[in-house]
């Protein structure tokens, strides 16, 4: 059982940056690829980026690619997502979530574990 906690959330005006993140209970937090998916209002939730095991390898959406930057610290149980160029189709609840196994998925369907979720806001 793995337990989730995002923070970092918050307002941000359009060009500027966040850094969101998730901190994972347990011990075995290095053997789980780790996520995160954002939902807006009114749509679904959608894949943002992803990360292996050991941090070795990621995957980004599109929409995100070279403006988002996902990392892990397994010392600190901890994944973060670097947000920079802050758009304003960005603004969503965010997610991370866990993945039983090392490899990297990037569906919702392949994720085991969610967190309660944290709001970016973008001003424009």
């Known amino acids: 059982q793995v337990q989730l906690v995002e923070s970092g959330g918050g307002l941000v005006q359009a060009g500027g940056s966040l850094r969101l993140s998730c901190a994972a209970s347990?011990?075995?937090?290095?053997?789980?690829?780790m996520g995160w998916f954002r939902q807006a209002p009114g749509k679904e939730r959608e894949f943002v980026a992803a990360?292996?095991?050991?941090?070795?390898?990621?995957y980004y959406a599109t929409s995100v690619k070279g403006r988002f930057t996902i990392s892990r610290d397994n010392a600190k149980n901890t994944v973060y997502l670097q947000m920079n160029s802050l758009k304003p189709e960005d603004p969503a609840v965010y997610y991370c979530?866990?993945?039983?196994?090392?490899?990297?998925?990037?569906?919702?369907?392949?994720?085991?574990?969610w967190g309660q979720g944290t709001q970016v806001t973008v001003s424009s």
């Open positions: 979530a866990a993945k039983n196994g090392i490899r990297i998925g990037m569906s919702l369907n392949d994720y085991d574990y």
């Open positions: 347990g011990r075995t937090f290095s053997s789980y690829a």
């Open positions: 990360i292996n095991w050991s941090g070795g390898s990621s």
